[in-house]
């Protein structure tokens, strides 16, 4: 899936003014894919926000020349909602005495979501 997309300009004209995009060393798990002549991002693999929530990039941005820029381009993962949530026991149990006050709490069970 296309994610954004950077673009660098040059005021040189022909073979000098061409720009070609590369990503610096900081993508060790390759997630992202840089087209080096369009700078569109793509993503290669499903992104998971309870494992990473953002991704800072160094792209670098040569001409024809040999001049070279670089800028950071940061990504931030947004969360949805795919885990379910857990109850924190296996099993809830307890004994309820038959002259119990009608709306006494009797039990409470609790369960927790990795989702924000």
């Known amino acids: 899936s296309i994610v954004a997309a950077i673009?660098?300009?040059d005021s040189d004209s022909g073979v000098n003014g061409e720009i070609t995009y590369s990503l610096e060393e900081d993508d060790d798990d390759s997630t992202f894919l840089l087209n080096p002549v369009t700078?569109?991002?793509?993503?290669?693999r499903s992104?998971?926000?309870?494992?990473?929530?953002?991704?800072?990039l160094t792209v670098r941005a040569v001409d024809g020349?040999?001049?070279?820029?670089s800028v950071r381009v940061y990504f931030n993962v947004l969360d949805v909602n795919d885990n379910r949530p857990v109850f924190n026991a296996t099993v809830y149990s307890t004994s309820i005495l038959e002259n119990l006050t009608p709306g006494s709490s009797v039990l409470v069970v609790a369960a927790s979501d990795a989702d924000d």
């Open 47 to 56: 992104l998971d926000y309870e494992t990473q929530q953002y991704y800072i």
């Open 7 to 9: 673009l660098a300009s």
């Open 65 to 69: 020349g040999g001049q070279a820029s």
């Open 39 to 44: 700078g569109v991002f793509n993503v290669t």
